[in-house]
């Protein structure tokens, strides 16, 4: 299972950026997708989570500016992200869990990550 991201790249404060992210290698259901985000010297953390049942969840950084959504037929996750700052500066990994037969349990797969860097 291969998850690659792509997307990111160097953007004025106040841009925007889109960032995709596409699963291959598998025929596992996808359960949730999510994008986290890594800054130098910080831990990851959770910047947009979307669930099966098309239930969101943001980064109280990222209500509002960004949109997290799916593409279940092309087994890919999109971030659009709105009115960049500097502060979100940082390596954005995609997330998403895969239902591992036989019993279906989900299990976390991640890609590489990409860099976004928001110049002031």
């Known amino acids: 299972v291969q998850l690659q991201a792509s997307g990111g790249g160097l953007v004025q404060a106040g841009g925007s950026l889109i960032l995709s992210c596409v699963m291959s290698?598998?025929?596992?259901?996808?359960?949730?997708v999510g994008w986290y985000r890594q800054a130098p010297g910080k831990q990851r953390e959770l910047v947009a989570r979307l669930t099966s049942h098309g239930d969101t969840g943001y980064a109280d950084s990222a209500k509002g500016r960004f949109t997290i959504a799916r593409d279940n037929a092309r087994n890919m996750v999109y971030l659009q992200m709105n009115s960049l700052k500097p502060e979100d500066t940082a390596v954005y990994y995609c997330n998403m869990e895969l239902l591992v037969p036989p019993d279906y349990t989900g299990m976390d797969y991640w890609g590489k990550g990409t860099q976004v860097t928001v110049s002031s």
């Open positions: 290698g598998s025929d596992f259901s996808i359960n949730a």
